[in-house]
């Protein structure tokens, strides 16, 4: 068997309720300050300290706030220490400075009730500037990081962007869900964590791979970066190892994408003696158990929801579901037969009643969604409605009242109807079905949805009507099924190949393997027509 | 500062001395075996069981022993199972099996106390071969294995090899010794793992890195794949991400040795705000505090041996000695002065006298030596003799006594002479020295000595008289010894640099690094005359 993790889209999705502060005594360890910025209380008082950071801010020369990962202290500077005084008034923001001083409390006027160390502030002894900040930052560190602002200055300065709290947050959030994902692979379920090469022969029909010419001796010759250490772990598997997994990075030559980065991470295991029910297990106690205490509210419990390829195409259109919102999409064709073309042989309608969605429908959404949806080649006609909207439909409906009766739309609601053929209205009302649920700003909502789709397809059918595979050659047929790959018609079979959904993401999956060299070796030559040898 | 832990040497070195037998009820979990082949016992009596393996031995078509990796177990045909005696009758050797039957105490004669389960066996009611090996394996599973045997062989059937005991533990090994490592450094030492890019640009000057041209759409750019994540993480830090580590995959296009492969890992890690001490207290906890349960007796306890690389050099003629014996050079230049010519001003005559090494200068090992030193450009002539061998230098000494009485040689001592320019000496007889080591089998004793080679010099002079680092141009002077950048011989520098050596082998290091940019310049441009735009 087969599982996987997406690392980036795993911890974006939960990263987005994390507000994470790092409070460990051990920070200080091995190095020359005493405290971080962020844990003086007021039982430090009288006690010497030396803190390091960033300058955060200035206020009359006097007063110095300074900045770590761990949080923020005001420095003070005495009364008559006029070196010091000089320093300050001449530092720059972000500059990095050392400074040791007594810790006081301040007086109760001064105290700063939105700061964790406001109630105290380190009266300046010694202060020394590691290194000096230009006057001016080509980007700002005082504004919240959003995704999409300036997002090439972003990454141009990132050794600056790094600084912003949400930065250090996610890198953090990440580095402990890792950690605790390991932590339950090695101890408590005895995988072996095993490094593969990333420098491997290419994979004959592989897609878009990094290719790495060889050094001497080898001119001439090249390597392939992977894309999953796949062949790697199935070696494992035959090697008796029958435990694996791998924090893997993976390389994939087809441009950036918003989840996807030419090369990405992903938490890769494989078992040996299993079936999907062991699998599927697995995975639900590994992410229920690695789960973040920073976010323990939102701890799923297994087992997880599951639904079948066919239902998720059928009820939503796509196959990862969100399932924060329950809209399915409906048959309306016999209510809106008048827009059937004579020729239109496989016609249908369908809608998606969106509750509470009437409010997200700017003008702004509107516009961008026919754009999105305009640039699909499946691209089917639709409309967006609500019961204020100029009826659309008014014109094609036998039912004036349809919209109100037939739908039951309130006043809150939108209707997303679509005609044409099934297949293609099913995929656009899938993707206006996503479009509108980003826009309800459900996103924000402290809410995590995991789903298992089950009972993929094992083949499709390419246009020259040769099958190929869904996912990849190596997938086992679901139990009782193999005869069909033999004597049956092979685009009926399920495979045992799963995805694991969360709130829409695809942030996983895995299938079972076939394990027969026999079987293999007719599904390679006699179904897919590849060269098996 | 920088630290990293080179993890095939580490674990190889240490691997040498282990010997676990992984034993973990949960290796059971999400699979359909019951049992590992390695846990069945007395205990298990009656128990109907389920065990998964590869076929180890078949004894009179009746005995089955099954193998896992964490075990073996024998199974056995009951009378009157035909089809289950056909099936065994028929079975290869490493065939893979799934057996399910019951566990039965063997009578007193029949046990075998050469195997932890050889108390019971297995009565089969079911024997279903999941995949069938061929008659005839490309290489054998029974001999032990050794490094040099048909690697090439071994290599080529990778899956077969790993399959051998002694495989499966160093895998095991290494997983588990990282493993203690990152839980050392994030939960003990509050660090936070990151992983950083490895499609990379190239560093100028850098040594050979791979190439990898980029796809679409930047046809005719290319990436690198990074020697190592420095310049990442030292952005990390100047980020405000102040404890950083990384278990990291790092590329060399320099061909394989024995201890380095073009792509190896090393535990990188990178630490603000602390000192060379800082660094050195932290990486002597991280090794004693994840050192393996297996090992024990042999965890080695802080602070570490020191020693500077001026005196490694004078005493042991390398920079990473192994102390795991105390052979040391002398000099015996006045004694050996007959062997000088005239000619040669700079002139010395030195001697290692290996205590106990008599028993070890084979001449085979002697003929070895002679065809090793004599690949060096810097070789110089010398002898290898004990006081059996007809005194070479019978002639040479003013003193015919000299082995016996200057250097207190027994008949079971062997003295490494040689003589020529000094520079050349000492690093003739390092290489003399650590070949010795070799084969006195001191490899094969139970003993781990770690040592820290500090004062390291900043610069080495070429040929053409221009300075270059003798490690990387970011690594900072002794503290005290900056001005000597601006106004002395920098020459006379010692850097803040620091090799931690383990039997010696250069297991990791790390150094201290310029923080402020104006000096970063100042070497850069001024001494080593590099483009620091």
Same mark, same amino acid.
């Given at each position: !068997? ?16 994390? /507000? ?21 209380? =007021? ?5 010497? *300290? ?8 200035? +206020? ?23 070196? %010091? ?5 001449? %530092? ?16 109760? @006027? ?47 300065? +990132? ?7 949400? !930065? ?9 869900? *890792? ?63 029958? /435990? ?14 918003? &989840? ?26 590994? *992410? ?6 920073? !976010? ?35 048959? %309306? ?12 042989? $496989? ?40 019961? @204020? $909207? ?13 919209? =109100? ?7 809150? &609601? ?9 297949? $293609? ?7 206006? /079905? ?12 402290? @809410? !995590? ?11 499709? =059918? ?20 193999? /005869?069909?790959?033999? &004597? ?36 390679? @030559? ?8």
């Amino acid at each position: !068997m087969l599982g996987r993790i997406t690392l980036q889209r795993c911890s974006t999705t939960l990263a987005t309720f994390v /507000r994470c502060c790092p409070l460990s005594a051990q920070a200080n360890s091995f190095t020359y300050r005493t405290h971080t910025c962020g844990e003086l209380r =007021r039982h430090h008082a009288g006690e010497k *300290v030396t803190v390091c950071g960033w300058v955060e801010f200035n +206020r009359l020369n006097r007063f110095v706030v300074i900045r770590d990962a761990y949080g923020h202290v005001q420095a003070f500077v005495p009364d008559g220490q006029e070196s %010091i005084s000089a320093a300050v008034k001449n %530092i720059t923001y972000e500059s990095v400075v050392k400074v040791t001083g007594t810790v006081t409390e301040r007086a109760d @006027k001064h105290k700063n009730p939105k700061m964790v160390t406001g109630d105290v502030q380190v009266d300046i002894d010694s202060f020394e500037v590691l290194n000096t900040a230009p006057a001016t930052l080509p980007v700002s560190l005082r504004k919240e990081t959003e995704v999409s602002s300036d997002s090439a200055l972003r990454l141009k300065y +990132r050794y600056l962007d790094l600084r912003k709290p949400q !930065m250090q947050q996610i890198l953090r959030f990440r580095a402990n869900l *890792v950690h605790r994902m390991r932590r339950y692979l090695t101890e408590e379920a005895s995988f072996v964590e095993v490094e593969t090469p990333t420098l491997f022969r290419r994979t004959p029909g592989g897609a878009a791979e990094f290719v790495v010419p060889a050094g001497k001796p080898n001119i001439g010759r090249f390597y392939s970066l992977p894309q999953s250490p796949q062949q790697f772990k199935q070696l494992l598997m035959v090697g008796g190892l029958d /435990r694996y997994f791998q924090v893997a990075r993976c390389y994939r030559d087809e441009g950036s994408k918003l &989840d996807r980065q030419p090369e990405f991470t992903q938490v890769d295991l494989e078992l040996s003696f299993t079936n999907q029910e062991g699998v599927i297990a697995l995975i639900e106690q590994l *992410v229920c158990q690695s789960w973040p205490d920073e !976010m323990t509210e939102l701890r799923p419990s297994a087992p997880f929801e599951r639904m079948t390829y066919a239902d998720a195409m059928r009820l939503y259109g796509v196959d990862k579901p969100d399932l924060r919102v329950n809209w399915q999409i409906e048959d %309306i064709s016999a209510s809106l037969s008048s827009l059937k073309k004579e020729s239109n042989d $496989d016609w249908c309608a369908r809608v998606i009643v969106a509750k509470g969605a009437a409010k997200s429908l700017s003008s702004k959404w509107r516009k961008e969604a026919k754009r999105l949806i305009g640039m699909n080649k499946f691209a089917q006609p639709f409309a967006v409605c609500t019961l @204020k $909207d100029d009826p659309l439909f008014k014109a094609a409906l036998s039912n004036q009242d349809f919209l =109100r009766e037939k739908l039951n739309l309130q006043e809150e &609601d939108a209707a997303v109807i679509c005609w044409g053929t099934p297949a $293609d209205v099913q995929k656009t009302l899938g993707q206006l /079905r996503t479009l509108l649920i980003e826009a309800t700003g459900v996103r924000n909502q402290k @809410k !995590m949805v995991f789903l298992w789709v089950v009972d993929f397809p094992l083949f499709d =059918r390419e246009e020259d009507d040769q099958l190929v595979s869904a996912h990849h050659p190596f997938t086992a047929p679901a139990p009782g099924q193999e /005869r069909l790959l033999f &004597d049956g018609n092979p685009e009926e079979i399920t495979a045992q190949h799963y995805d694991l959904v969360l709130n829409g993401v695809e942030v996983g999956g895995g299938s079972i393997r076939i394990h027969d060299a026999a079987t293999q070796r007719h599904v390679l @030559k006699n179904i897919l027509r590849e060269d098996s040898t």
